[in-house]
């Protein structure tokens, strides 16, 4: 199994701000994804990052509004950029081998004002 | 695309009873994993059980089990002996090329 942390757990931002969420994992990981929730909610994946080539988003996603990078096999970060109260949300970070499970982080829960 | 479906968006249960949870998907992929996930109100997502299409044998591990039908594409988890720490939402899920789906949950409640 892995261990995954995310910082920050929560923040309070104002519209037209950028926020950066990282994900660390305590073991190499051949896989790194990230996810939005809604409280009460499932889970919508944003993208896969991918190590050392830009990250494939899933349809409604797009790289100027969800940055991802993936500098390592244990690290990701996410941005969400020019905020809006639409983009409050819970984002989770998860990974995993290519065939197998899929841990997750805590989550970031992220207000937009 | 995969879908994967969550009929019951809540369901409760007394403590020490039985509870099943439904799952269905929809797929052309023959090989694949299947995975219930736990969400408490802590937010953590915590695997709960998974399960590789190409294995017949149900998965189980303690008092959780579920009853796997590849033919019929369902996927349900039976939680014997419940107790008030499973109170949670319990999150069915597809993967196949490393990608997960998520069905839309069921809220369960366990009650003393």
């Known amino acids: 199994s892995a261990v995954i942390s995310q910082k920050p757990s929560r923040d309070i931002c104002q519209r037209g701000t950028s926020l950066t969420i990282q994900c660390q994992v305590d073991s190499q990981v051949t896989m790194m994804f990230w ?3 809604q409280p009460g909610q499932s889970l919508t994946l944003i993208a896969t990052a991918n190590q050392g080539s830009e ?4 349809s409604g996603f797009v790289i100027d509004k969800f940055p991802i990078s993936r500098p390592n096999l244990t690290f990701s970060t996410l941005t969400v950029s020019n905020m809006s ?17 899929q841990y997750f982080g805590p989550g970031t829960r992220l207000t937009v004002l | ?5 969550q009929s019951q968006p809540e369901m409760s249960v007394q403590e020490a009873e039985t509870v099943t949870l439904s799952c269905t998907y929809d797929t052309s992929e023959n090989n694949y994993y299947l995975f219930w ?11 709960v059980i998974r399960q590789e299409a190409y294995k017949q044998q149900n998965a189980t591990e303690n008092r959780f089990s579920v009853n796997f039908q590849k033919a019929a594409k369902s996927f349900s988890l039976k939680i014997s002996d419940s107790q008030l720490g499973d109170t949670a939402m319990y999150f069915c899920a597809f993967m196949k090329w490393e990608v997960m789906r998520f069905g839309a949950g069921t809220r369960l409640t366990v009650k003393p």
């Open chain 2, 1 to 5: 695309a995969q879908t994967v479906t």
């Open chain 2, 37 to 47: 996930y736990k969400q408490p109100p802590s937010r953590q997502m915590i695997l």
């Open chain 1, 55 to 58: 990250a494939t988003y899933e």
């Open chain 1, 35 to 37: 996810y939005r929730q």
């Open chain 1, 85 to 101: 109260p639409e983009d409050s949300s819970i984002y989770l970070c998860s990974g995993g081998g290519a065939t197998d499970t």
